[in-house]
């Protein structure tokens, strides 16, 4: 039972992960641990093309750009879903996923899921803190791969396709 609504606050915590531009709209601890609401700018090719699970369901509603999210079917092939402006996108826990900006302009989505997998933690460790949206963070080089699989093991996330070197 809800017993008290509240405008969430402006985001507060906002990182460059990977390249995409990821905002907290709902921190977990705003909803007991359910879930989490981000929203996520990607540049033109940018996203999480592998695929790869996690324990979170994960929800996509794309607001700009054109999207591909990726799953595997029953034969266990790669294929793409077409996801344009107002496309909603549910990926069930631990399914074989991914995403990409498949645009020629920044793409701009609204993620949600669940709090089982504590993914804002997860952004918040392997992601830059952007503190200035006009000023964003230069990443010092490619993310170390081995450490940034390391991390993902820790949170859940397994990659069905493997990462790049």
Known sequence: MITEAVLAPPAT????????????LVDRNDTNGDYVAFETITNPGGGMPILHTHPSQETFYILEGQ????????????????????????????????????????GKMIMIMDGVGKMDDFFAEIGIPVEDLNNLPTPDGPPDMEWLVGVCTRYGMTF?????A
Do not use: M
């Open 67 to 106: 999207h591909e999210i990726y799953r595997q079917d029953e034969a266990g092939n790669k294929i793409a879903v077409q996801a344009s402006p107002g496309s909603v996108v549910h990926v069930p826990s631990n399914a074989p996923h991914g995403y990409a900006n498949t645009d020629s302009k920044q």
């Open 13 to 24: 915590k906002t990182w460059l992960v990977v390249g995409d531009l990821v905002k907290v």
């Open 160 to 164: 069905v396709e493997t990462p790049l």
